[in-house]
Structure formats: C-alpha cells, structure tokens
Nanobody
Framework: QVQLVESGGGLVQAGGSLRLSCAAS????????MGWFRQAPRKEREFVAA????????YYADSVKGRFTISRDNAKNTVYLEMNSLKPVDTATYYC?????????????????WGQGTQVTVSS
C-alpha cells in the first residue's frame, strides 16, 4: 500500500504560481510511475501530468504544456507539480496518483493509489 498526501494548494490570482507536493509513505515511490490529475466541479477527473519511475520521461496535457512541470525526488519520496501562469480554468481539486500495472500515463484507471486531493483556486 502507498499512502499519498498532497499539499500546496490555495487561492492565487491569474498569472500566479503554485507548487504542489505529494508526499508518499508506506512504500518507496521509486517503484511507481506517478501522475497528477484534477477535477473541477461537475466535471470528470482529467489528466494533468505524469512522470516515469526515474523521472526520465514526462507527459503533459495540452492545456498545461509549457506552464506546468512535474518532477520527483525519490530520495524524499515526493512528487511535485510546479504550476506557473495559472488561469481561472485551472481551478480544480488536484490529485496525486501512483501508477499500477499496465500503466498508461493519461488513463485514470491505470493508477492504483490516490491521494485525497488539494484545492487550487485561481481568481481572475
């Protein structure tokens, strides 16, 4: 079992930045590819970014490419999401997830463990 706890969310003005953290416990995250997803009210959970086990490959949704950066520090058992040039449409609850077997970066169903989420609100 892997327990994931997100932090770093909050209220920010459009154009601002936030850095989300996802701290893992129970098992080392070096065994897992990791991803960030988000869910706005009345919308489905959507892929934001993902990173492979060692961090050599990253994947991004088109809507955040060039603005968000995913990274990981396996020694600290933590994954990060640096978010810049935030827009009101980025407002959502952001979830960290650890990939399971048959991992596909953008597929919600291919992630085995999820955090409880952290709220990000971007005001215009």
């Amino acid at each position: 079992q892997v327990q994931l706890v997100e932090s770093g969310g909050g209220l920010v003005q459009a154009g601002g930045s936030l850095r989300l953290s996802c701290a893992a416990s129970g098992r080392t995250i070096s065994n897992y590819p990791m991803g960030w997803f988000r869910q706005a009210p009345r919308k489905e959970r959507e892929f934001v970014a993902a990173i492979t086990w060692g961090g050599s490959n990253t994947y991004y949704a088109d809507s955040v490419k060039g603005r968000f950066t995913i990274s990981r520090d396996n020694a600290k058992n933590t994954v990060y999401l640096e978010m810049n040039s935030l827009k009101p449409v980025d407002t959502a609850t952001y979830y960290c997830a650890a990939g399971g077997t048959d991992w596909s970066p953008q597929q919600v169903s291919s992630y085995a463990y999820w955090g409880q989420g952290t709220q990000v609100t971007v005001s215009s």
